[in-house]
């Protein structure tokens, strides 16, 4: 009976650290190829690079798939530990747990309606124009302090783009591969109606930690770690190559 109890205690135990270290992160469901759901299930380069970084630690990860403010919402209230993508501007930093060190860099272009007559590409152009946003979205704290802009919200980044074209707004943001991915879903007249101006910012993306999960600076450090390891060996570039994954 003793070396019964002994097991008993030794697999309560093993099964307590097990789930000490799977780290269930929220993904955002529709932003391809970075993170979005196929058959329900989270896929994606920003997936794949968390997996594999956390892997590096010997920790578990489990991806639950939804919509970007589903998760926000969901991992903020502790359900989820940590959710994918995030930037880290003034709104943000107070609400979560941080790495170092963002996992991507996102070149952001300035989108304009064909009407705007395009000079300096900086955020000086948006002082009293009309800017597309997405529903939480982070954005540069630069952007969203110019005078006078008047912000309309849409549901998606592609409903912003339509905006654009349809003369509704005047500028929007998007990097650069979501700007050539969501061009391929407008009609020829919306495509011929909005004007890439170039790069603008960058915006580094972090997998942001929820400040109620119990190990969240631990996992911060280890997918600190992890992602550093990957970095030195490239294999965060093989990962974006795989899904043709552009910044």
Wanted: a positive charge; aromatic letters at 8%; one cysteine or more.
């Amino acid at each position: 009976m003793p070396h019964l109890r002994i097991a008993l205690i030794t697999l309560l135990l093993s099964s307590h650290c097990l789930a000490a270290d799977t780290i269930r992160i929220c993904a955002e469901n529709d932003w391809q190829p970075f993170s979005f759901s196929k058959k329900g299930q989270a896929v994606g380069a920003s997936v794949d690079l968390i997996r594999a970084a956390f892997a590096k630690e010997g920790i578990e990860t489990l991806f639950i798939s939804g919509s970007y403010n589903r998760c926000l919402k969901l991992t903020l209230a502790g359900q989820y530990d940590a959710m994918l993508d995030v930037g880290k501007n003034q709104e943000r930093l107070p609400q979560f747990i941080w790495p170092q060190t963002p996992f991507i860099m996102m070149n952001l272009h300035l989108i304009a309606n064909h009407q705007q007559v395009q000079h300096e590409v900086s955020y000086r152009v948006l002082s009293g124009k009309r800017i597309g946003i997405t529903a939480g979205y982070e954005y540069p704290d630069k952007m969203l302090s110019q005078a006078g802009i008047l912000k309309v919200e849409s549901s998606s980044e592609l409903a912003n783009l339509r905006q654009l074209a349809a003369g509704r707004i005047d500028f929007m943001l998007l990097s650069e591969g979501t700007f050539a991915n969501l061009s391929k879903q407008l009609s020829s007249a919306e495509r011929k109606a909005v004007r890439d101006w170039g790069l603008v910012d960058q915006l580094g993306l972090y997998l942001a930690f929820s400040p109620k999960a119990s190990n969240a600076s631990r996992w911060a450090k280890a997918f600190d770690r992890g992602l550093n390891e990957l970095q030195k060996k490239g294999e965060d570039r093989q990962i974006f190559a795989r899904w043709s994954a552009v910044p």
